[in-house]
Every structure is written in structure tokens, then in C-alpha cells.
């Protein structure tokens, strides 16, 4: 499985980006699919997550405010983001779950065994 996001960048507080996560294979379409980041000095903490079903999870410091989504028939996860705050600063990542049920465990890294190689995301 190869994942590849896009759509990083720098933006003001307050703005908005839409990451993309080209993945290989029909792997959004039977996978939990997460997306996940890491700010310098910190640990990788979950953002959101997607089921083959269509169940969406969400970080509570990311509720209301990003939304997770997936195309299948482009094998494409997205990451909508408004009202970005400078905490929202990190490398970006997306992951597919170990599992093949299709169902999401819950945003912990050690669900997750595929990974892209991340994107970076910078408010200020």
C-alpha cells in the first residue's frame, strides 16, 4: 500500500486547507482510514478517522471544525480544514488501518500499518 498526501501549506489564523491522500489499490474502500499529525517535540496524536462505512471520529481539539472524507472511486481520503489555529501546526499524515474489516478501532497509531510521508501544515 503507498499513501501520498498534498495540500499542506501556510496559512493565516483562522484560514483553511483541504489535504488530499492518494492511496494505491481500493484501499479506502475496505480500510479504516486515519488521518494523523505530529507537531515538533510532540508525539503523533490521531485527528480523524473514517470507516469503510462511512463512520467518521474525531480529536476533540479538531471537533466541529475538520472533516474527514473519502472517495473510492478515486482511492482518494481527504482532510477538510477551517478555522485553523497555530495548534494546528504540525506534519500531516495519512494511515491505513491493520485491519480488514473495514471498521475503525480508534485513533491510535498502533491500529494503523501503512503511512504516508506526510505533509506540512503551518498557522500563523
Known amino acids: 500500500v503507498q499513501l501520498v498526501e498534498s495540500g499542506g501549506g501556510s496559512v493565516q489564523n483562522g484560514g483553511s486547507l483541504r489535504l488530499s491522500c492518494a492511496a494505491s489499490?481500493?484501499?479506502?474502500?475496505?480500510?479504516?482510514m486515519g488521518w494523523f499529525r505530529q507537531a515538533p517535540g510532540k508525539e503523533r496524536e490521531g485527528v480523524a478517522s473514517?470507516?469503510?462505512?462511512?463512520?467518521?471520529k474525531y480529536a476533540d481539539s479538531v471537533k466541529d471544525r475538520f472533516l474527514i472524507s473519502k472517495d473510492n472511486a478515486k482511492n482518494t481520503l481527504y482532510l477538510g480544514m477551517n478555522s485553523l489555529k497555530p495548534e494546528d501546526t504540525a506534519m500531516y499524515y495519512c494511515?491505513?488501518?491493520?485491519?480488514?474489516?473495514?471498521?475503525?478501532?480508534?485513533?491510535?497509531?498502533?491500529?494503523?500499518?501503512?503511512w504516508g510521508q506526510g505533509t506540512q501544515v503551518t498557522v500563523s
Open positions: 489499490g481500493n484501499i479506502t474502500g475496505s480500510r479504516c
Open positions: 494511515a491505513a488501518s491493520r485491519f480488514s474489516d473495514g471498521f475503525c478501532s480508534g485513533l491510535l497509531e498502533n491500529n494503523f500499518a501503512a
Open positions: 473514517i470507516s469503510t462505512y462511512g463512520t467518521t
